[in-house]
């Protein structure tokens, strides 16, 4: 099935570090998602973007839905322990299908 | 509290023994859907279903089935399991058709298959 292209794959930085991820795809969607997950739980939704171009925030967290809706990225600025899990981008169409990433394993050196 | 409640958490089994996995929410969600989650491979949607009594594959529905005769509840079965289907299950639910509804997801369940 079809995935997104979601880099880089891990990275292991210092804290108070920033962080940045992005995810792109051959095709578009209607809204891109972002997703962490802790050890043994769900994805938990960060942001959610819904119009091409967006720019959001979430705290440290800022995300955007690039201009030609196939592509977004994720930044987190100033890095602290509890940032460290597997971040997952997600490209949704409107029937509520979810394309994934391949997923950004993020550890944080204190 | 708005919750994708999903049983068993672990389930160790053996090759060839039927087994159901349950997934339940209350949000009044029409869609719910099947993923599983392995190693470099990210989530792959298994099965998914708009409403009750509507379901479709996924892109790996091979070894599964799934049914929807009630809006809340949508069963993950196995009827023959094989190693190959050792990994991370998780159940999702949306809005279906509302653009601002992301998915939410359940917290897993993690089946070893020997």
């Known amino acids: 099935g079809q995935q997104l292209n979601q880099s880089p794959q891990s990275m292991f930085i210092q804290e108070g570090e920033d962080v940045s991820m992005n995810c792109t795809s051959s095709?578009?969607?209607?809204?891109w998602l972002w997703y962490k997950q802790d050890p043994g739980e769900g994805p938990v939704l960060l942001i959610a973007?819904?119009?091409?171009?967006e720019l959001t925030s979430n705290g440290r967290l800022t995300a955007q839905f690039g201009i030609t809706r196939k592509d977004s990225f994720l930044n987190i600025s100033a890095s602290i322990p509890s940032d460290v899990g597997i971040y997952f981008c997600?490209?949704?169409?409107?029937?509520?299908?979810?394309?994934f990433g391949q997923g950004t394993t993020l550890q944080v050196k204190p | 509290e708005a919750q994708v409640t999903q049983n068993p958490r672990y389930l160790i089994t053996v090759t060839g023994k039927k087994l159901t996995v349950t997934c339940s929410q209350n949000?009044?969600?029409?869609?719910m859907s099947w993923y599983r989650q392995d190693p470099g491979l990210g989530l792959r949607q298994i099965y998914y279903?708009?409403?009750?009594?509507?379901?479709d594959k996924g892109d790996v529905p091979e070894g599964y089935k799934v049914s929807r005769k009630e809006k809340r509840n949508f069963p993950l079965i196995l009827e023959s399991p094989s190693p190959n289907q050792t990994s991370l299950y998780f159940c999702?639910?949306?809005?279906?058709?509302?653009?601002?509804?992301?998915?939410?997801f359940g917290n897993g369940t993690r089946l070893t298959v020997t």
């Open positions: 999702a639910t949306t809005h279906r058709n509302r653009g601002n509804s992301p998915l939410h």
């Open positions: 279903s708009m409403n009750v009594e509507v379901t």
């Open positions: 973007l819904y119009k091409a171009g």
């Open positions: 949000m009044n969600h029409e869609y």
């Open positions: 997600a490209g949704q169409r409107n029937t509520g299908k979810l394309i």
């Open positions: 095709s578009i969607f209607n809204t």
